[in-house]
């Protein structure tokens, strides 16, 4: 078997992100980072942890959440909160997007940085402050749902 179809290679991969970022390597991490790099993005910790399990065997929610803390804390994982939505989790590729979500699936979709003068964009604050990032969501009807809506 090579080392893709074993699994060795992600766990190698995730060994080596988790080792660059100064964390400590563990099975649970390994298994975390794994899943949330080979999801589609946007799962839930439930989602994820459920993908861990699939390394690890069994993993509590609360390990769950301490891990996804911890890879968040470290910038390896960004953790959006959407309201009414539980807390996503996703790759940080540390390029400040946005996000879209569909009032009626509840889809959530990346919206490349929006640049421009509209709201909260140009934050007025003193100059004091230094602004990291902007978190700009996006509501509406996805194509699918937009196209099941009854005409009005």
């Known amino acids: 078997m090579t080392p893709a179809t074993t699994g060795e290679e992600p766990m190698a991969l995730a060994a080596a992100r988790l080792r660059t970022s100064g964390m400590r390597v563990t099975a649970q991490r390994m298994?975390?980072?794994?899943?949330?790099?080979?999801?589609?993005?946007?799962?839930?910790?439930?989602?994820?942890?459920?993908?861990?399990?699939?390394?690890?065997?069994?993993?509590?929610?609360?390990?769950?959440?301490?891990?996804?803390?911890?890879?968040?804390?470290?910038?390896?994982?960004?953790?959006?909160?959407?309201?009414?939505?539980?807390?996503?989790?996703?790759?940080?590729h540390h390029d400040n997007h946005h996000h879209f979500v569909c009032r009626r699936c509840g889809a959530i979709r990346d919206v490349e940085c929006t640049v421009g003068a509209a709201p909260c964009l140009e934050a007025q604050l003193p100059a004091e402050y230094a602004i990291q990032e902007a978190a700009v969501t996006f509501w509406g009807l996805c194509p699918d749902c937009r196209a099941a809506a009854p005409a009005s």
């Open 31 to 92: 298994a975390m980072l794994m899943a949330v790099s080979e999801s589609a993005g946007h799962l839930d910790a439930d989602a994820l942890r459920e993908r861990a399990q699939r390394v690890t065997g069994s993993l509590s929610l609360q390990a769950t959440y301490n891990v996804l803390r911890a890879l968040t804390d470290a910038g390896l994982v960004r953790c959006t909160q959407i309201p009414g939505h539980p807390a996503r989790y996703e790759i940080d």
